[in-house]
């Protein structure tokens, strides 16, 4: 089993910069990824970015790139969202997700993803 527990989040204004951490526990093997989703209310749950931990592979969702930086610590099975010039779209409840067998399925489903964290909301203010 693998637990997920995520820090960061809050309140921002737009442009504001926030950085979201995850560190996994348990036993997630050697071949995974580590990335985020995010949910607003009546929508359906998005892929924001993810990190392999096979290689130096980095994904993200068209609309964050160039704003958002995902990075990992391999040794404390954490992964970090930084994000920048946000804005009140960005606004959402953001979950950590652990996909097994990274490279297996898709990296933009969230049914692909075995494990999530509790979820943190984020909220930018115009």
């Known amino acids: 089993q693998v637990e997920l527990v995520e820090s960061g989040g809050g309140m921002a204004q737009a442009g504001g910069s926030q950085r979201l951490s995850c560190a996994a526990s348990g036993r997630t093997g050697s071949d995974f990824g580590m990335g985020w989703f995010r949910e607003v209310p009546g929508k359906v749950r998005e892929f924001v970015s993810v990190a392999s931990w096979t290689d130096d592979s980095t994904f993200y969702k068209d609309s964050v790139k160039g704003r958002f930086t995902i990075s990992r610590d391999k040794a404390k099975n954490t992964v970090y969202l930084r994000m920048n010039n946000l804005k009140p779209e960005d606004t959402a409840i953001y979950y950590c997700?652990?996909?097994?067998?990274?490279?297996?399925?898709?990296?933009?489903?969230?049914?692909?993803?075995?494990?999530w964290g509790q979820g943190t909301q984020v909220t930018v203010s115009s």
């Open positions: 997700a652990l996909k097994m067998r990274f490279w297996g399925g898709s990296l933009v489903s969230p049914h692909d993803y075995n494990y």
